[in-house]
């Protein structure tokens, strides 16, 4: 496209070396990353997914619940992460304004998304402090409130 046509293209820019397997093995980068989300005060466990099958599975029957992680071929890493979020994490940011409450300015991020880019923030340090540069994408699941 032209500068003119009014569209504007953007290249995303992500870390690029090592493949994960070249170091770690998945059992261990997804324990590394569910230790992470663990540590985060709101978190009260991970979790399984609706189905019970939300998990980085190794040998025999070893495997770490709530992280999932998925290998493109000469693509990203996507991780997903599935936590179950303390109810009083939400109460003590929402204050007493109740759930149906829209008079919230709309420059502030919704506190859902907020917690998310917590979740997320903790799996690319662990991936980066484990010395991992690779192209990650994360996605967080919220998957129960307790």
Do not use: C, K
Not at 62 to 67: A, L, M, N, W, Y
Not at 81 to 92: D, G, K
Not at 131 to 138: A, E, G, N, T, Y
Request: charged fraction near 20%.
């Amino acid at each position: 496209m032209s500068p003119d046509s009014g569209y504007i293209t953007i290249e995303a820019q992500v870390p690029m070396v090592q493949g994960v397997s070249e170091q770690v093995n998945d059992i261990v980068l997804a324990r590394a990353i569910a230790q992470a989300v663990r540590d985060i005060p709101w978190v009260v466990d991970m979790s399984s997914g609706p189905f019970n099958v939300e998990a980085t599975y190794g040998s025999g029957e070893e495997r770490v619940i709530g992280v999932v992680l998925r290998h493109a071929a000469l693509g990203p890493l996507f991780v997903e992460v599935h936590v179950v979020v303390a109810e009083t994490a939400l109460l003590e940011v929402s204050g007493t304004a109740s759930l149906s409450d829209t008079s919230f300015n709309s420059d502030e991020v919704p506190l859902l998304a907020r917690l998310a880019n917590q979740a997320r923030a903790a799996v690319y340090h662990t991936i980066f402090d484990m010395d991992l540069l690779v192209p990650i994408v994360v996605d967080v699941a919220i998957d129960d409130i307790q």
